[in-house]
């Protein structure tokens, strides 16, 4: 499940999308402007409430991750256009409404938006050192839009996160390398614009050139600059191929971060023109949010997607075509698939519940549609078990398609590498999941073939020793994806302890679901969620010196009390009295399996007569037997 976020003053949108491109599931937006919150629904759906800032109760807001708020507007004079820093003393200001909300609801974290002066404001201080006292770190830098992005805009805003978590605070990221700004040119709306953008009083103009570029006011005159920057009484100008008109709607929007497809309502222009101006960059917003939560929810996320992304290209490139990752901005695909004479566009999601399954699938249908031209075939690929009835309605209300998690297993069988590593990633046991042809069906019809070269075979060509233990740790993980997969998720390799002193060599989590006897046994009994797994390429077997420092990885508190040490030969008489002794003393169970054993849990598989974890459970079953006192 996506963090949750909660967006306060949400405006016309661009904190909004800047979240929800981020990967956050937005629980509720506050917009008080009705104008507003017609354009927000339009664009973006979900629980809109009609409350600004001010207006709003602490506990009308739900309990979510993040509280997000635009200070820009609420700090702003309808008439000026300067900053209100104190208009009635801090008692009465936003600034002291943010912090009784942030104190009410106490957030992991939150996000503020302000005018880049506002850390100078004696307001500012006394909001920190409120906020301070109730437990947050608070870091604060004012971000520029161009350096950022690459837009040719003259815009900074103040940017401020604080966090309660322990031992972490956020740090803003560097600017990237961008190179040179993006050409003026690009900006250029491609619809057709009203008449009123064009007309324009030329004794105003001051042109010293005819390329390409902004004019914006300056005292009397407008004037040709290389970046735009607002003004609220004179809209910017921008000439391409000696053509002059006025900044449409359209056109600011876009150099705010929209995409090009956003729907605005425009029969209030001067409204409209005064919202953007105020709005944030939503992909300054998004850049900051990219690196908002650190934390291990959002390192795992992000961990999720990257290894979904390469299994199921991993897929594609087995099937030949071209494939390219999406670079357009406005789009919310992640890869370009040609095959044959076919462009696919497929967008990749994988949610850790099923928790409004049915709700993300049709906002994210809903979106894909958006940029969805006639005769486009996108396909939404989703790692998760997805009902025909909500495909039915992705497909009929919004013209895509979706292949879940069962379509993928119909897929994947070609290629068994490709299915066990699929398995293996998956949170949920895919026992009862029966495989299913997708539709479409883009490719060939496949010819289920094995692999070129067998697992059994890798694993026999590997020489015992220290030279090849990296080769033998890699198949050894290969080989229990493939006879464990269904049991077990996470397979995190080569982890430190904290202090740095020991590393085991693979930790996976038992997955939900996963109610056979030996996984139901370690769990109840062993207390036991995580399994530690070391792999020892000994010519000979191995010791209880083996025995001993595979001990110290388990512990109960951090519900890691069972481990399985794969080695060439096994264990020998010293190192199993030492496992016995380690069961009996400590309760701490480690199990050793040789090769043989290794090979064994194959056949097993390959002959689907018994679950794979049956022989793990006769293991058990001997050893707890023969466990003298």
């Known amino acids: 499940m996506n963090n949750t976020v909660a967006i306060i003053e949400a405006g016309i949108g661009a904190m909004s999308l800047g979240f929800l491109e981020a990967g956050f599931q937005i629980k509720e937006f506050f917009v008080k402007d009705r104008k507003a919150i017609e354009i927000h629904r339009k664009n973006i759906g979900g629980k809109i409430c009609e409350r600004g800032l001010m207006e709003l109760m602490p506990e009308e807001i739900s309990d979510v991750d993040v509280i997000a708020i635009d200070l820009m507007q609420v700090f702003t004079s309808k008439n000026s256009g300067k900053s209100e820093f104190e208009p009635h003393g801090f008692n009465e ?88 700004t993006i050409p003026v040119h690009k900006f250029i709306s491609d619809m057709e614009e009203d008449g009123w953008y064009y007309r324009i009083n030329r004794d105003e103009i001051s042109e010293e050139s005819k390329e390409d570029s902004f004019l914006c006011w300056r005292k009397d005159k407008y004037v040709e600059q290389p970046y735009v920057g607002w003004n609220l009484i004179k809209i910017p100008l921008i000439r391409v191929n000696g053509i002059i008109h006025r900044l449409s709607h359209k056109e600011m929007a876009v150099l705010k971060g929209f995409p090009k497809n956003y729907d605005m309502n425009r029969s209030n222009r001067a409204w409209l023109y005064r919202m953007l101006v105020y709005a944030p960059n939503v992909q300054v917003v998004k850049y900051a949010a990219d690196h908002l939560t650190q934390t291990p929810l959002r ?52 949610y850790s519940s099923n928790f409004s399954m049915r709700e993300n699938l049709c906002k994210a249908s809903e979106r894909l549609s958006k940029g969805k031209k006639e005769g486009d075939c996108i396909i939404l690929v989703v790692a998760n078990i997805v009902s025909e009835e909500v495909k039915e309605l992705c497909k009929s209300e919004y013209g895509i398609n979706i292949w879940d998690a069962g379509n993928l297993l119909w897929l994947f069988r070609e290629f068994t590498r490709i299915e066990n590593e699929f398995v293996a990633f998956l949170n949920y046991s895919t026992e009862v999941i029966e495989p299913q042809k997708p ?80 996984f139901d046994t370690v769990q109840q009994y062993f207390n036991t969620k995580y399994i530690v797994f070391e792999f020892k390429n000994h010519s000979e077997k191995i010791t209880q010196k083996e025995i001993y420092t595979t001990e110290k990885y388990l512990y109960e508190k951090a519900l890691r009390r069972v481990a399985i040490i794969i080695s060439r030969k096994g264990a020998d008489e010293n190192a199993l009295a030492a496992v016995r002794g380690s069961l009996r003393e400590s309760g701490k169970l480690i199990l050793c399996l040789s090769d043989r054993d290794i090979l064994e849990l194959m056949e097993i598989k390959e002959r689907n007569e018994q679950p794979t974890e049956a022989f793990l459970g006769a293991m058990l079953d001997d050893l707890l037997i023969h466990l003298e006192k």
């Open 299 to 350: 390192k795992q996320q992000i961990a999720d997607y990257r290894e979904f992304e390469q299994i199921f290209s991993s897929y594609l490139q087995q099937k030949g075509g071209e494939i390219k990752n999406s670079t357009e901005q406005d789009m919310d695909w992640d890869i370009v698939y040609t095959y044959k004479d076919s462009t696919v566009y497929f967008a990749l999601k994988f």
């Open 439 to 518: 539709e479409p069906y883009i490719f060939d019809e496949i010819e289920i073939r094995t692999e070129d070269e067998s697992l059994k075979e890798k694993l026999l060509k590997i020489k015992p020793g220290t030279e090849q233990w990296q080769q033998y740790e890699k198949v050894c993980i290969e080989i229990l994806k493939y006879v464990l997969g269904d049991y077990l998720t996470l397979w995190y390799a080569q982890e430190n302890t904290d202090n740095g002193m020991y590393r085991f060599d693979l930790c996976c989590k038992v997955k939900a679901g996963a109610n056979q006897d030996f």
């Open 93 to 180: 200001t936003p600034l002291k409404k943010t912090a009784e909300i942030i104190k009410w609801k106490r957030p992991h974290m939150f996000f503020l938006v302000m005018q880049k002066g506002m850390h100078k404001n004696p307001m500012w201080s006394g909001f920190c050192d409120e906020i301070c006292q109730t437990g947050y770190n608070i870091t604060w830098r004012v971000l520029s839009s161009r350096e950022i992005t690459g837009f040719p805009v003259r815009e900074e805003q103040l940017y401020a996160i604080g966090s309660r978590i322990p031992d972490y605070q956020y740090e803003f990221p560097g600017y990237r390398d961008l190179g040179i």
